[in-house]
């Protein structure tokens, strides 16, 4: 029995036992006089029932299918003959072959290798043998308990309660995704991350100057480490970001000025919106552009005007184009705490003789300065993290310079470079990307954490 | 008869200001001024002036217009989406509403004081000095302190804050902010001083203080005032005007208009009959 | 006061000219910026566009071609392997010698073969697959021109024609088919029916867009229930404390953490821990779906507290449960303002590229996906993929791509914003 006719299958036996717990708590009802004998309605008799069948299938189904991979592959591994004397890579990939083969016993992949076939052949078995008891169990389950669920229908049961009961747990276990996820993500990357800093020391790694982790491929290579120091990924990462903001601060915040203070309201309602645009373009799109269009335009233009060794890949690209992409995301966070400050305000300035733009630059900004401050570190964390675009228009080579037409390369860029394609879990080039990964998380994190720390604060003093 | 309950008919649309509206030593003189916020209409057809050195109050139920039209006065109204204002204004003859007149010089020669206090999130220190900064009226630095000194101690702060010139000034007490808001005006010496409603926000005492300064400050300045405050009105100023509907009802000494109003809605609104 | 000091008025009036030029100046800065937001929008489309545009469209060569069977080297036409392993391509190339029967140098026919695609030899395998009575027929069919020639046709009229490898000889042909009308620009069809390919002119977004589909598919029966239920319980429910504070500020700092990172989660999680497979539609779902979750949960609460609190307290009066006032009263009343977030969550996990490249959605994958089992990719990784391509064919698909992302993502915002028009409602 597939996945699919099993959860089918369920969903029919659950709608059974609802229809069927509900006429029996009208029939016990009726047998008292009437509907209003019931503690609850008869709908929920029937959920009631429902939840008790199909909670503890689904939970026993779900428990199964973790572990039931893991398991069978074990039996596989045990019984193939030499499975001891192989390394942990070369088992991943005789258990793919056996897989493979499994899968699809007719493929034009010559399997000659008797062993595997026969492993292969024991597989299918297994998984044949895993679905059948997988199914039988869960549908035990769900018959067991719904019928309990059933026999306990009484007018006295409080099942409205029950399943209210159930209902806000299910509200609760949602919200608890959150947390989970952020428990997820501190994990995964931390315990890659412990791993990689058991082979190279935390001090080569923040504060080396060389980056190479190309070399580590030969495993027992002499001297075959590579070299990780990251700094050169954390000064291209500045830059860029850097060049970034300094596109995005002036025009982002220029722009909500002039929005919110002095364009009037028809001006306001077609422009807002086709800034807005461009925060919904994909960094993909972005990347494309950079790499395709500003790149070679910003190069042949600084070569006309006398620049030598002006890369393709320059800094000033990527970042130039990652301003572009943030300037609606800092103008949308500057026009909303140019709105939060009162009124009033203005009106003293104003009342004083000031100009408009005096009141702007002396009054209004510096009332909405932490708020702007707040929303430009948030925008800093994303050209921090952003990733397509300097991924296409941003360089691979690791270079420790501040000259924005030299090609630089970024921790993102890294990231991917390191994890795109095949790799080995174990070899430190494959954890270092995690441990780039932590850097890029605890930075963001910091900066996310004060900035809406910060932005609160702000609210909450108008308020 | 009760002239309360049918005020369409005793202020009709060609109704007379009834008193002395007019003063021949006016600062500020308005004629036929009508406001409007979009459709709607909230000042009709006032007239009246403010003398030099006077103290003007405005008074009158909630909604009459007042303080719309003390707004109008050093055009405040401006920052307001939809708001339009027809009629002559004048500031010794200088046409406020003129195509010509710039209203940057016009506010540093009619200051504002607001219902709420409204000091900026500065020092006091600086929020003094921000009108002469702007302004560009001082060049020296000691210059802008002695300004500062002289406009706190003329709204009577100077004493409470002489020692915390560098403390935020949305630190201070209710009363003290908005005492720190006329010394901001003051700052800056116009000639003229609006107060709109400045002591709704202040407890008595502080209220108390802020009349103490109006007295003050009216042998140096022109100030209009609006207040809801009967007493209030009574006790600051020489002449009072009474706004009803948006109507300029009566305006005349401010003794004659608490013991003996020439009109009968001036009269029913002082008993209280009506507010 | 002081008689010789200037007055205030005149002091004021003294630096007007210069407040008023600084006025104007910040003023011309704020127009500035506005401008050059507008402008890179601008130029972001016409660039994308003018690239793009040509890729809705391919240039096909006219051929008869003759399915002799003893030329394809037939001799059963049910014989599958004999069907599969038949020289197509001798076919095709004997259909140009016999255009072009000037052509004799050996040099000269190779690239005289050169004018059109491999595909041509797949079409002829699929016609006698569907049709077996063709074989012996002589065919008259359009087919797929090579994407030089492609390109060099496109760009024919331009100041300088993309010439790129191709010989003069060959243009000269070129030449020839498109004056006599046996080469013409049509609709690009394969650009939407079929997958990834090395050729550029037989490649397509196909597979791409059904990939995207079944990756929002999953990524939207996930996160917006779940997303719904964790704000419903977050308004609705959760006591003010600590612990409720504490899922309040994780979901608002998810929400600014960078996509990449979720990529690194789903490689850790899914791939390593739970061994699923890589470069599959679930997994790319659940990882979008981590990612979208904190936009979908921040968007419906605002949506449940805007709901005036009188219809709560209106509906408890009468007896219902809190459950009940969630389900009758508040879900409906918050849903426009829930699916508004939810489109525009599903529009963000549509552009999103980074996270899919560290869970392999970015291997060549020539075939269309089935479901949500079969390896994929999706268009955004699509566009990433072929913009490293040399090929300038690619680079107009890459573009090509672009246009249709970006039509999706406008569309769907477009939904998102008349829906919020439609069911707004005032309190």
Known sequence: MNLTTLLLTLVALSAAIFYTSRRRSLSKAKALGGQHHLNSLPLYYGMMACLWCALPAISVLVIWSIFDGVIIERIIVQSLPNSSELTSSELGLLINSIQNYAANPGSLTEVSDPAIIQAAERLVDLNRVNAMARALLVLIFGVIFGAIAWTRVSPELRARQFVEKVFQSLLLLSSFVAVLVTVGIVFSVLFESLRFFSVIPVTDFVFGTHWSPQTAIHDGQVGGSGSFGAVPLFAGTLLISAIAMLVAVPTGLMSAIYLSEYADRRVRAIVKPMLEVLAGIPTVVYGFFAALTVAPTIRSFLEGVGFENVSSESALAAGGVMGIMIIPFVSSLSDDVINAVPNSLRDGSYGLGATKSETIKKVVIPAALPGIVGGILLAVSRAIGETMIVVMAAGLAANLTANPLESVTTVTVQIVTLLVGDQEFDSPKTLAAFALGLVLFLVTLTLNFIALHVVKKYREQYE | ?275 | MNSNKPSTIDLVNRNLQKRYRAEKRFQIFGIASIGFGLLCLLVLFTDIVSKGAGAFTSHYIQLTVNLDPDDLDITDITDESQLALADYQGVVRKALRDKFPDVKKRGDRRKLYGLVSNSAGFRLQEILKNDPEKLGEQLTLWVLADDDIDTYAKSKNDAEPFTGRLNDKQIGWVNTLLDSGEMQSRFNRVLFTSGDSREPEMAGIRGALLGSLYTLLVTLVLSFPIGVAAAVYLEEYAPKNKFTDFIEVNINNLAAVPSIIYGLLGLAIFINFFGMPRSIPLVGGLVLTLMTLPTIIISSRAAIKSVPPSIRQAALGLGASKMQVILHHVLPLAMPGMLTGAIIGMAQALGETAPLLMIGMVAFIVDIPQSIMDPATVLPVQIYLWSDSPERAFTERTSGAIIVLLAFLILMNTIAVLLRRRLERRW
Request: include cysteine; charged fraction near 25%.
């Open chain 2, 1 to 275: 008869m009760n002239m309360a309950t049918n005020t369409a008919e005793t202020i009709g649309d060609n109704h007379q200001t009834v008193g002395t509206p007019f003063v021949d030593n006016a600062k500020l003189s308005m004629r036929n001024v009508n406001v409007f916020y979009g459709e709607k209409q909230a000042i009709f057809d006032v007239g009246m002036d403010i003398g030099t050195n006077e103290v003007m109050a405005m008074i009158g139920p909630s909604g009459c217009g007042k303080s719309t039209f003390l707004r109008c006065l050093n055009r405040m109204n401006d920052t307001i989406e939809g708001c339009r204002v027809e009629g002559d204004l004048n500031l010794e003859g200088e046409d406020i509403y003129g195509a010509k007149l710039d209203v940057v010089p016009l506010r540093a020669r009619v200051g504002i004081v607001f219902q709420k206090p409204n000091p900026f999130p500065k020092s006091i220190y600086d929020n003094i000095a921000y009108g002469p900064r702007i302004h560009g009226l001082v060049s020296k630095r000691t210059e802008l302190d002695e300004i500062v000194e002289t406009s706190l101690q003329k709204a009577g702060l100077w004493n409470e804050v002489k020692d915390r010139l560098d403390a935020p000034g949305t630190g201070l007490s209710g009363g003290q902010q908005q005492r720190l808001c006329i010394a901001r005006t003051i700052a800056v010496s116009p000639e003229v001083i609006l107060m709109d409603e400045p002591c709704s926000a202040l407890d008595p005492i502080a209220t108390a203080k802020i009349e103490e300064l109006i007295a003050e400050l009216s042998e140096n300045y022109t100030i209009a005032i609006v207040t809801h405050s009967m007493q209030q009105a009574a006790r600051v100023s020489n002449r009072t005007a009474y706004f009803h509907l948006g109507k300029l009802i009566e305006v005349n000494e401010t003794e004659k208009v608490f013991t003996n109003p020439d009109h009968q809605l001036t009269e029913a609104y002082i008993t209280g009959r009506f507010g």
